[in-house]
């Protein structure tokens, strides 16, 4: 089973070392995009310094003089020149931005998805389809976008702060000390932010993964739904998890909420001392108006970036969570994987053999107990059984969708372990319980099987499902779309999709788990036709609810809750008068 692999904590660096590998390709024009915010956090500081001489000598002489005699309108045309630098530096900045993020969140969520594609089926089977988004798209979206624009903004403050307490201390060392201690001490509770809310941020992804999931099943469920009047049912359960996505949301924001007044009361404390120490100051003639005017401005100035910073390091947070959690999916180690020792087979020339394998799909509950099983090449085995007793979950093992916990299974004498795994799985054609169809086209969908198919191919294939009469009554034919998850298609025609797939896959070993309960008699014999097609010259292994099916197999197994307990050919069963002989005699009553 998949692990995750403990990640305690991300520092700045170390998220930036996991991200490096994704930032390199554009690590340029990431630097061009933050380099580009350092004048324009610094030119801030320039109007507030341009304070100082049009202060001390157009005010305060009344002379009508300007500083170096230069015209009136030099420092406001100045200023307006300088902002219009600076908007057209925030927009290339803006841009960069925007484009480098993008093109890395892109390559988190290649890389996110290509995990994805490779999971082991037993991690998938334990999280929901809402966790699946949260954790693979919108996390990609938070650590990336949020990490760069925030490291940009960033900068952006930082600098603009230094340089403004550069102006601070020009004007006057004496009142910048003030200035710095408070503001310090303003910043301080932001630092204290992340641990407060990590638990909460970890809790909001579950619950956003709830809401996303509920969506899902209310669309994809919507029938049950409406037959069964569930609308209250489901209205509740999904205020429900609102509700908590609420509670969670305030409780977020009743630990961080109280830093912005904070600071704000620390500031203002800072900016009367200031005002306080600074009018003393002037008094003794130790500054000028214009100093304490431009000390004012810068520290007025001073306090949008710092209190952005406090909101910028929030989200920094954020996003270095999210930094966590989508490296924590990257690493996950996959158990049923690839590996580069394993050897491969041309194709089944022997027996597929299970030797007392043992299985359960969670630690508490053995499902398969000591299944010894042989299999020979071109014989049609047939699993039979109770419901629940473990008949999809053998055939499961074959194709490595999960692997035996003790004993082994075989093919041709080597252990399917030691089988390349894409080797394997090219071996084997499975038609499911519940066949998968994707949103496209009827050939879309059958051409999964062999992608290079040729047009005559595909007949064939068509031909042997059966499916010929159907696909010539549509309009478009094998263009015909059917929809998500083919919803647009009947039971028995969504099946003789699936058996065509597997036809053209023309593989030597064949999986069929047989699911006619939705059929009507004339779709089930015409199911059963493309059954009995795709069985022919194979090695077969058909998991059978109805036995009329299983009368000519080779051999018939009987499952009950995990065990095989009983063996032989249809006759040879009947004759034992055992558990086969109870399940015939069970429909035989039925259907007569
Ligand atoms: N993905 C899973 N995770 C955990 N338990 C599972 C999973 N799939 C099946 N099970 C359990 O394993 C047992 C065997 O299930 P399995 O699907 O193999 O039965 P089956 O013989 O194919 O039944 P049916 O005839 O109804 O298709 C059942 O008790 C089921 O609850
Ligand atoms: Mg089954």
């Known amino acids: 089973m998949a692990k995750y692999k403990e990640i305690k904590k991300v520092n700045l660096i170390e998220a930036y070392k996991r991200m490096w590998p994704l930032v390199k390709p ?37 002379n009508g003089t300007t500083p170096f005699n230069l015209p009136l309108y030099v420092i406001p045309v100045f200023i307006i020149t300088f902002t219009i630098f600076q908007s057209a530096l925030e927009y290339a900045s803006a841009y960069l931005s925007a484009w480098t993020g993008g093109k890395i969140t892109q390559e988190m969520k290649k890389k996110l998805y290509e995990k994805l594609l490779t999971l082991d089926t037993s991690f998938l089977d334990s999280i929901s389809s809402g966790l699946i988004v949260t954790r693979f798209d919108s996390d990609a979206n938070t650590a990336c976008s949020g990490l760069l624009n925030n490291v940009k903004t960033f900068t ?20 910048a000390i003030i200035a710095i201690v408070v503001l310090g001490s303003a910043l301080y509770p932001v630092t204290k932010i992340r641990k407060k809310i990590k638990k909460i941020v970890a809790q909001s992804v579950v619950v956003n993964g709830q809401v996303l999931t509920a969506f899902n099943e209310t669309y994809a469920g919507s029938k049950t739904i409406k037959s069964y009047n569930l609308h209250t049912y489901q209205r509740n359960k999904f205020f429900g998890i609102l509700t908590q996505s609420f509670k969670l949301s ?130 049609t085995v047939a699993l039979v059984g109770n419901s629940g007793g473990g008949k999809t ?52 969908n059958i051409m999964l099987g062999k992608q290079n198919a040729t047009p005559k191919e595909v007949e064939k294939a068509i031909q042997m499902a059966c499916l010929d009469e159907f696909i010539n009554s549509l309009e478009k034919g094998l ?25 053209l896959k023309d593989a030597p070993i064949v999986i069929l788990d047989e699911a006619t309960s939705a059929l009507d008699n004339k779709s089930e014999a015409i199911v059963q036709q493309a059954i009995e097609n795709l069985m022919k010259d194979r090695t077969v292994i058909v998991i059978a609810h109805r036995l009329s099916t299983v009368q000519n197999a080779d051999k018939i197994i009987v499952i009950n809750s995990g065990e095989i307990i009983e063996c032989g050919t249809h006759q040879e069963l009947l004759n034992k008068k055992e558990a086969y002989f109870a399940l015939y005699q069970a429909q035989f009553k039925h259907k007569g």
């Not at 380099?35 to 310094?49: M, N, Q, R, S």
């Not at 603009?160 to 060392?173: E, F, N, P």
């Open 156 to 175: 952006t403050r930082i600098f603009s702060s230094l340089t403004l307490i550069g102006v601070l201390i020009y004007t006057s060392w004496q009142l």
């Open 26 to 62: 554009y690590w340029f024009r990431c630097l061009l995009a933050t380099l580009i915010t350092l004048p324009i956090g610094a030119l801030d500081a320039v109007i507030a310094l341009a304070l100082k001489p049009f202060m001390d000598t157009v005010v305060v002489s009344q």
């Open 250 to 379: 305030i409780k977020n924001t009743q630990r961080t909420a109280w830093l912005s007044p904070v600071m704000h009361i620390i500031i203002a404390i800072g900016m009367a001392g200031a005002i306080w120490y600074g009018s003393y100051l002037i008094k003794s003639k130790t500054i000028s108006a214009g100093d304490f005017v431009a000390f004012i401005t810068a520290m007025l100035m001073l306090y949008t970036p710092i209190k952005n910073i406090g909101k910028n390091f929030n989200a920094v947070q954020l996003s270095l969570m999210a930094i966590e959690r989508v490296f924590e999916m990257i690493d996950m180690e996959v158990s049923i994987k690839e590996s580069k020792k394993a050897k491969n087979i041309s194709t089944l020339k022997k027996e597929i053999e299970f030797k007392n394998v043992d299985f359960s799909y969670t630690d508490e509950k053995p499902i398969l107990k000591n299944i010894n099983l042989t299999i020979q090449k071109g014989q």
């Open 393 to 444: 979950t053998v055939v499961n093992l074959i194709p490595r969708f999960y692997d035996v916990n003790n004993g082994e299974i075989l093919i041709d004498g080597t252990n399917i372990k030691d089988i390349s795994l894409s080797n394997l799985r090219d071996k084997i054609a499975v038609v499911f319980q519940d066949n998968f169809l994707f949103s496209g086209t009827i050939r879309d």
């Open 479 to 503: 263009d015909t779309e059917i929809g998500e998850r083919g919803v647009l298609l009947s039971g028995g025609q969504k099946q003789r999709i699936a058996i065509a797939r597997a036809f």
